[in-house]
């Protein structure tokens, strides 16, 4: 065993519906077309759930059954479910007790995280120290988000942008020097709504009024939103290479959140890395909020080598982001 007990990553799991959102389908539903859609965010299509009787849970259980199977364990042996996401399945009861129910996992207690984009980095530095502690054995980290169901199809700014996913990693202590090795976030109250969903909490409960203003979809303040990200993403990974003596001749992989290609390329530019060391998924994908850097691992995972060392980074609504420095343990 290392000296210090670390949390690390012994499987990935995923799920992506099958239903192909492309941007020539934008074009027939608002004002826009490839081109510019493609320039400005890197997107091509985006996955929707279409299915009315499944939602996050159903995406996330998908994803942890696979991880699981991956594994080669049971999910009577997961002891945390930790799930990050904006789209619960209800407000209550948490999503985390749905994805428990749905795979089984009958020893596990669960709940869920709320930080937006940065959902994912949160739960899975949450998730690593109950591993470090020495308070659990294994834990679920699932992002997971259906997106589509906040999503105003009528406005093109922001339609454009999101799909639906999940991604999941089980946590375990590692039994050398790999696994996560450091984390930094960092939250900046949002109090101009640049980036909510208006309606639906205790605040503006629904009602007649907001259903009518719309006021249940995604707003977004995109010019305030895209510099916050870009300023805030590109710092965050300086930070955590500065704090940990990294340069980017250390690093394998910048694994970012896949909110926009150009925030995606001023942070891999901010730290010197050339483009064939980060991970790019946007272009299929879009944004799926908390499942875009569980999704980037699983895609990935046949490139990774073990003691690889990989930037995780996202920015989110809230403000909320961070970044996350993990030495990949998978042989």
């Not at 009315?52 to 999910?75: H, N």
């Not at 696994?179 to 605040?203: F, W």
Request: charged share 25%.
């Amino acid at each position: 065993m290392a000296e210090k007990r670390r949390a690390g990553i012994t499987a990935v799991g995923h799920y992506l519906p099958e239903h192909r959102l492309t941007n020539s389908d934008l074009e027939e539903m608002v004002e826009t077309n490839d081109e510019w859609i493609r320039t400005r965010t890197g997107i091509r299509e985006r996955r929707i759930l279409k299915d009315e009787d499944k939602a996050t849970a159903y995406m996330g259980a998908e994803a942890a059954k696979e991880a699981l199977e991956e594994r080669g364990i049971g999910a009577e042996e997961i002891d945390i479910i930790i799930l990050a996401t904006v789209t619960p399945d209800y407000l209550f009861p948490a999503t985390a007790c749905l994805v428990q129910d749905y795979i089984g996992a009958d020893n596990a207690y669960g709940f869920d995280l709320s930080a937006a984009c940065s959902g994912f980095l949160y739960a899975l530095s949450n998730g690593a120290n109950y591993i470090e502690s020495g308070r659990a054995e294994k834990v679920l980290v699932i992002g997971s988000d259906k997106m589509s169901s906040i999503v105003d199809y009528s406005d093109r700014s922001t339609c454009i942008l999101f799909g639906d996913g999940a991604g999941a990693v089980l946590l375990e202590a590692s039994d050398d020097e790999t696994g996560v090795i450091d984390y930094i976030h960092h939250t900046e109250g949002d109090t101009n709504g640049a980036l909510c969903q208006p309606a639906g909490g205790s605040r503006k409960p629904a009602s007649e009024h907001t259903v009518a203003d719309r006021l249940h979809y995604i707003k977004q303040d995109g010019r305030a939103v895209f510099k916050k990200a870009t300023v805030g993403m590109s710092d965050v990974v300086t930070e955590i290479m500065e704090a940990n003596s990294l340069t980017a001749d250390d690093v394998a992989w910048l694994v970012p959140h896949q909110a926009n290609l150009r925030i995606i390329d001023a942070t891999a530019n901010r730290m010197g890395l050339d483009s064939d060391k980060v991970m790019v998924n946007i272009d299929r994908y879009g944004n799926t909020t908390a499942a875009t850097i569980p999704l980037c691992l699983y895609d990935w995972k046949d490139k990774l080598n073990h003691g690889d060392n990989l930037i995780l980074a996202a920015f989110g609504g809230g403000y909320t982001w961070g970044s996350i420095y993990l030495k990949w343990g998978i042989q």
